[in-house]
């Protein structure tokens, strides 16, 4: 049940604030990743999400490789586990993983040190769920704390009986989760597409001539590493203690074997101990039992100048059946040096056929690689304003441009700047940075406001800032590109010209708003010219809540910059109501067009 604002079982506490700490390597206070005051219920209890669940294991030996730190394999199993228990907690019947996300190693656990693991369903579907998962390290002899790994995974329901399991709905209550559910979404969307995003990037012309003109034909042949001399195969019998109480074998069982011949392939290659650095984003593709034999066959793909990716595959059978695929993965490894930095690795000579396969998609996930990692770990705020496009990065940039957005949106600490005929304008200062929000209700139901406003080529019929908006790359029916044309400012200036990816997302559940998300990238085909000015834009765009089947509450959002800045400096320093004016304008379109039939303006298709 989701309660009024102000008639919920619990209230914010004045004083102290309940957040997880990141690092800190001086022994000091742990330092604060989120400061978020704790909700306090009537009975005076400290609010707890309901589904999380925490695990705190000591590093024994047993536990620890060669160099005496926790073996990522261990730390898998602790994660996969506290995660299906935090999923089963919601879930109320068994759950089995289904996939995780691209999980990067930040730093190590050495023996006699603490593993922290805190899992929390961030988000509920109809079968499936996303639990994130946050695994910290903590020093008690130093009482320092810093962070590990962080990854989201996806878990599904197992009917126990003949019915289809149909999750309940999370509803999220501090700030922090609304976050997280909102963002939970546009991460699902991702995972569906990656697939596909990884077969467009292989079939692009742009990436094969990439590929051709990147080989390096003076290498040393001599130098090379035959892939063959790094191929490792083993065997494991699934033994009860392998499996959970559904009789399954642990996932996270099934990725400490995985990482084990991993690493042995990745060591053959460099005559050395590799570390771990990252397991790219991958899915299980069936169960396995008690009693299953598992096939884990290993082999380095490619090596770059200090990383090596090694891929490795799952297999299962039992008695004369055929092999079942199980799982594959693609690990990154490196090898430090006695400063800790990463070494020099030899070249790879791949095999015929399926060995160049291997080799050329290796490098096709080094780019995805890259580009998740840039776009999407980064924090927002570090970005460039804009980011090259190009359809191998797109899925990326239109997950950074909805994510920009839902987080600008959750922000707390809006202050109401003005107030003018209903239409109200809030201002938002953070990190030397100035925001603004513009919000009021219009009498159109939310999914007719959502596909007018979503349609830029409309936007000049009532916003006098967008003088011209042409419609120049149609990506697909939720992302497009724009060039919007915009008057100088100042009298006799020159004009500006912005090219914007306008990301369209429908509702996911009941209660989710729709989001048109909007955001600078650059183009090769529209590159700035002297006589207009190129603006910026970091991050802007509308949500659009239904109140009633006619009403909805439409809230515009942008976060400024000097380009951005002069056009509504007047409104924030109280000077002018001009955003009064130009949402009244926007009003007035919407009741005009409310029952006009409006299809986004894509001639071009």
């Not at 999750?167 to 990656?194: F, G, N, W």
């Not at 490894?333 to 050329?360: H, M």
């Not at 011209?468 to 697909?476: A, H, Y």
Request: hydrophobic share 35%; with cysteine; net charge neutral.
């Amino acid at each position: 049940m989701v309660f009024p604002a102000d008639h919920r079982p619990w209230k914010k506490r004045e004083v102290g604030f309940a957040s997880r700490s990141t690092m800190t390597s001086d022994g000091g206070r742990p330092q604060m990743e989120h400061d978020e005051a704790e909700l306090i219920m009537e009975d005076g209890r400290v609010y707890r999400n309901p589904t999380e669940v925490k695990m705190s294991q000591i590093v024994l030996p047993c536990h620890a490789n060669h160099r005496k730190e926790l073996s990522v394999g261990q730390l898998l199993k602790w994660m996969d586990s506290t995660a299906c228990l935090s999923a089963e907690r919601h879930a109320g019947c068994p759950c089995v993983t289904a996939s995780v996300d691209d999980i990067h190693f930040e730093r190590t656990i050495g023996v006699g040190q603490v593993v922290n693991i805190r899992a929390k369903v961030n988000r509920a579907f109809n079968t499936s769920m996303e639990v994130g998962i946050v695994a910290s390290c903590e020093d008690l002899y130093s009482n320092s704390h810093w962070k590990v790994c962080q990854a989201f995974a996806t878990f599904v329901a197992r009917s126990t009986g003949t019915e289809k399991v149909h999750l309940k709905q999370l509803v999220p209550h501090t700030h922090r989760e609304q976050v997280e559910y909102s963002v939970a979404a546009e991460r699902r969307r991702m995972r569906l597409i990656h697939i596909d995003t990884m077969k467009d990037l292989l079939n692009s012309t742009s990436f094969q001539r990439s590929i051709s003109e990147g080989v390096d034909e003076g290498q040393d042949e001599e130098k090379e590493v035959p892939a063959e001399r790094t191929r490792v195969e083993s065997v494991e019998l699934v033994l009860p203690p392998h499996a959970n109480h559904q009789v399954s074998t642990f996932g996270g069982q099934i990725m400490a074997w995985m990482e084990n011949v991993a690493t042995i392939a990745a060591s053959r290659l460099c005559n050395a101990h590799p570390t771990l650095r990252t397991i790219d984003m991958f899915h299980f593709r069936g169960p396995s039992q008690v009693g299953d034999r598992l096939i884990l066959k290993a082999i380095v793909n490619n090596t770059f100048k200090n990383s090596m990716e090694v891929g490795v595959c799952a297999e299962a059978y039992q008695g004369e059946e055929p092999l079942r695929h199980i799982n594959s993965a693609f690990m990154t490894f490196e090898v430090l040096d006695e400063e800790g930095s990463p070494r020099p690795l030899p070249p790879i000579r791949p095999e015929p056929k399926d060995g160049k396969r291997r080799y050329q998609e290796a490098i096709a996930r080094k780019k995805i690689r890259l580009d998740r990692k840039y776009i999407i770990s980064c924090k927002y705020t570090e970005m460039p304003l804009s980011v090259p496009w190009d359809p191998t990065n797109q899925v990326y940039l239109s997950y950074n441009n909805v994510f920009a957005l839902k987080m600008l949106a959750a922000r707390n600490k809006w202050v109401l700047s003005s107030k003018k005929n209903n239409v109200k304008l809030y201002t938002l200062e953070e990190n030397q940075t100035l925001s603004f929000r513009i919000e009021a209700e219009v009498k159109v139901p939310a999914a007719r406001a959502f596909l007018l406003l979503s349609d830029l080529s409309r936007r000049p019929e009532w916003d006098e800032h967008y003088k011209q908006c042409e419609l120049i790359v149609p990506v697909d029916e939720d992302d497009l590109i724009y060039r919007v044309l915009t008057p100088s400012v100042s009298e006799g200036g020159k004009v500006q010209d912005f090219i914007l990816l306008a990301s369209r997302r429908p509702p996911c559940d009941n209660g989710d708003p729709y989001v048109v998300a909007l955001r600078s990238v650059t183009l090769p085909t529209h590159p700035p010219t002297d006589d207009i000015i190129r603006g910026e834009v970091f991050c802007a765009g509308f949500t659009i809540f239904e109140v009633t089947e006619s009403v909805s509450k439409i809230n515009y959002y942008n976060q400024t910059n000097p380009g951005v800045l002069p056009y509504i400096s007047t409104d924030i320093a109280g000077l002018s109501s001009s955003f009064c004016s130009a949402f009244l304008s926007c009003n007035k379109f919407l009741l005009e067009n409310r029952t006009v039939p409006s299809v986004i303006s894509n001639a071009a298709l």
